[in-house]
T-cell receptor
């Protein structure tokens, strides 16, 4: 079955620690996205990538970093600079968007990050 | 700037009754609109989209949505609600006119269907 796999499902971070959330897709999608979900605030875009070796900051990129070395993988690192990292993190992918191409994004089942 | 509003934090309906979850939008250019559903501790599942064409869009699980350009609305509807429809629903608009595929989400509406 094609889909998006996020791991781990639950993650705990100690103060001053960087942690990395994994996102892998086998849908052959070019574009990948990372969102943060907080209660009552909907989803906010952290980073996105439209093609391998290229990515752009979203609306709340501070304290986060990403890489896109392979088409299938888009890991997110939550750095110690992110002072309020407790949230539900969702990864998504889609075909590369362009004029006339409005395919929906497909989502993984998320990683819940908490502070120890 | 593009934006989406879901004016109700929660909608309560009885099983078997029709349901409506409201969404209004503000965009420059043509709106590309989406509805997603989220069950607890899960990712979002795509329900339906409006790109162009008929104002009534049919989607998954018996849901449909009505696009109204004059009222800038894209309300989600279902003729007969099921208890299993209870979930968190998100309306989203594509960040047009960029071609990044970025979506702007509303804050979500919790649908509670009671037996």
């Amino acid at each position: 079955d094609g889909g998006i796999t996020q791991s781990p499902k639950y993650l705990f971070r100690k103060e001053g620690q960087n942690v990395t959330l994994s996102c892998e897709q086998n849908l052959n999608h070019d574009a990948m996205y990372w969102y943060r979900q907080d209660p009552g605030q909907g989803l906010r875009l952290i980073y996105y990538s439209q093609i391998v070796n290229d990515f752009q900051k979203g609306d709340i990129a501070e304290g986060y970093s990403v890489s896109r070395e392979k088409k299938e993988s888009f890991p997110l690192t939550v750095t110690s600079a992110q002072k309020n990292p407790t949230a539900f993190y969702l990864c998504a992918s889609s075909t590369r968007q362009g004029a006339g191409n409005n395919q929906p994004q497909h989502f993984g089942d998320g990683t819940r990050l908490s502070i120890l | 700037a593009q934006s989406v509003a879901q004016p109700e934090d929660q909608v309560n309906v009885a099983e078997g009754n029709p349901l409506t979850v409201k969404c209004t939008y503000s965009v420059s250019g043509n709106p590309y609109l989406f509805w997603y559903v989220q069950y607890p501790n899960r990712g979002l599942q795509f329900l339906l989209k409006y790109i162009t064409g008929d104002n009534l869009v049919k989607g998954s699980y018996g849901f449909e949505a009505e696009f109204n350009k004059s009222q800038t609305s894209f309300h989600l509807k279902k003729p007969s609600a099921l208890v299993s429809d209870s979930a968190l629903y998100f309306c989203a608009v594509r960040d047009s006119p960029s071609n990044t595929g970025k979506l702007i989400f509303g804050q979500g509406t919790t649908l509670q269907v009671k037996p």
